[in-house]
T-cell receptor, first 116, second 112 residues
Framework: DSGVTQTPKHLITATGQRVTLRCSPR?????VYWYQQSLDQGLQFLIQ???????AKGNILERFSAQQFPDLHSELNLSSLELGDSALYFC???????????????FGPGTRLTVL | GENVEQHPSTLSVQEGDSAVIKCTYS??????FPWYKQELGKRPQLIID?????GEKKDQRIAVTLNKTAKHFSLHITETQPEDSAVYFC???????????FGQGTRLTINP
């Protein structure tokens, strides 16, 4: 158990709908990262938050957005869902401060999203 | 931006033999190189990492080597066991709590 929690574990929805995925980082971790993993694919970085502020963006679609709250949990919002959005969505957290040299990340169990 | 290439994409070895997975990275500013193991449908688990100030690190049957000049790093698993079967990902990141850039993954199968 990495200490990172994600809910829900599974989500089944229809095209055009909107969903929210939730992540709670390890206690004390300030950074949260979101990754998407499509079937038999690698891990694609979506977005990073550090202590409530957006820090880096990857290949995140405009239909997707995220935020990190004062208690440091994060939510990933996916809207106007398409069949191709079906994937595993992982969040990871890191305790490293912004100026630190190394970036050890621990992953949550993921949310499996199925768009029908 | 950073690009990480990983080879091979699939690897099958006999139980007890060694397995080697190789990665190359493009950004010479990268200084942290973790390896993750992912079993089917589960989260990636950090199994070993190496920082740019060392050339080799070992943890029981797992070792990682780093060649900064050539910008490549490798995972070595010795005395492989069936439970080593999984997908392995290498990654690289730069200083300052930066995102991880992952390789494409290697599906390792250990044959009894």
């Amino acid at each position: 158990d990495s200490g990172v929690t994600q809910t829900p574990k599974h989500l089944i929805t229809a095209t055009g709908q909107r969903v929210t995925l939730r992540c709670s980082p390890r206690s004390g971790d300030l950074s949260v990262y979101w990754y998407q993993q499509s079937l038999d694919q690698g891990l694609q970085f979506l977005i990073q938050y550090y202590n409530g502020e957006e820090r880096a963006k990857g290949n995140i679609l405009e239909r997707f957005s995220a935020q990190q709250f004062p208690d440091l949990h994060s939510e990933l919002n996916l809207s106007s869902l398409e069949l191709g959005d079906s994937a595993l969505y992982f969040c990871a957290s890191s305790s490293q401060l912004a100026g630190a040299s190394y970036n050890e990340q621990f992953f949550g169990p993921g949310t499996r999203l199925t768009v029908l | 931006g950073e690009n990480v290439e990983q080879h091979p994409s699939t690897l099958s070895v006999q139980e007890g033999d060694s397995a080697v997975i190789k990665c190359t990275y493009s950004d010479s500013a990268s200084n942290y190189f973790p390896w993750y193991k992912q079993e089917l449908g589960k989260r990636p688990q950090l199994i070993i990492d190496i920082r740019s100030n060392v050339g080799e690190k070992k943890d029981q049957r797992i070792a990682v080597t780093l060649n900064k000049t050539a910008k490549h790093f490798s995972l070595h698993i010795t005395e492989t066991q069936p439970e080593d079967s999984a997908v392995y990902f290498c990654a690289a990141s730069k200083p300052g709590a930066q995102k991880l850039v992952f390789g494409q993954g290697t599906r390792l199968t250990i044959n009894p």
